[in-house]
């Protein structure tokens, strides 16, 4: 149990198109959805929290307008890359909590997007 | 401020030796939880262990193990007789009570045949 997928697993647009990366939890339900970002042999960083009918929460120094989460249901939630330029290439890792779990909490990651803005 | 820092960038042994990944952390928190993840070249991230912080007990999982010590702030990983499989970036991750988790810089280990 705890999958979470993610779609699609890669993506090339153009600079200056939008892109949709959805991540969905397929066998349990989860409140809250984190959204990582990862350049080429670098860390993971946190971009934002998503909570399930409410505004995410996002990391400093990350533009809202830029990368628009949207959480709608207890099993899906969107990142949209606006606007994207070749500095927004980069491999997007979702993750997501289960919402009965009550600690200690667990992420459960999906396997990535890697984004390529041409 | 929570940090965890893996200070060996990249690691390279050859096959069936054994290998130990540094990880170091920072928290104020009394309460927290320890983790590390393997990133093969595919690029999902493999869940390995988690410990919270009242557990300080050693824990071996075949070839794995781990040695985690609050004196030192330090949760290290130490794989016994390596294997070419074994070949991939290796994380620590550290996380509060709210799920706040934040990685280190990442260990890439390369096992030579």
């Known amino acids: 149990g705890a999958v979470v997928s993610q779609h699609p697993s890669r993506v090339i647009c153009k600079s200056g198109t939008s892109v949709k990366i959805e991540c969905r939890s397929l066998?349990?339900?989860?409140?809250?959805m984190f959204w990582y970002r990862q350049f080429p042999k670098k860390s993971l960083m946190l971009m934002a929290t998503?909570?399930?009918?409410?505004?995410?929460?996002?990391e400093q120094g990350v533009e809202k307008d830029k990368f628009l989460i949207n959480h709608a249901s207890l099993t899906l939630s969107t990142l949209t890359v606006t606007s994207a330029h070749p500095e927004d290439s980069s491999f997007y890792i979702c993750?997501?909590?289960?919402?009965?779990?009550?600690?200690?909490?667990?992420?459960?990651f999906g396997p990535g997007t890697r984004l390529t803005v041409t | 401020a929570q940090k965890v820092t893996q200070a060996q960038t990249e690691i390279s042994v050859v096959e069936k030796e054994d290998v130990t990944l540094d990880c170091v952390y920072e928290?104020?928190?009394?309460?927290?939880?320890l983790f590390w993840y393997k990133q093969p070249p595919s690029g999902e991230l493999v869940f390995l262990i988690r410990?919270?912080?009242?557990?300080?007990q050693n824990e071996i999982s075949g070839r794995y193990s781990w040695n985690f010590q609050k004196s030192t702030s330090s949760f290290n990983f130490t794989i016994t007789a390596s294997q070419v499989v074994d070949s991939a970036v290796y994380f620590c991750?550290?996380?509060?009570?709210?799920?706040?988790?934040?990685f280190g810089a990442g260990t890439r280990l390369t096992v030579k045949p």
């Open positions: 998503s909570n399930e009918g409410s505004k995410a929460t996002y």
């Open positions: 993750s997501a909590r289960r919402t009965r779990d009550r600690g200690p909490y667990e992420q459960y």
């Open positions: 410990r919270n912080s009242f557990d300080e």
């Open positions: 991750a550290l996380s509060d009570l709210n799920n706040d988790m934040r």
């Open positions: 066998d349990f339900q989860a409140t809250t």
């Open positions: 928290t104020r928190d009394t309460t927290y939880y």
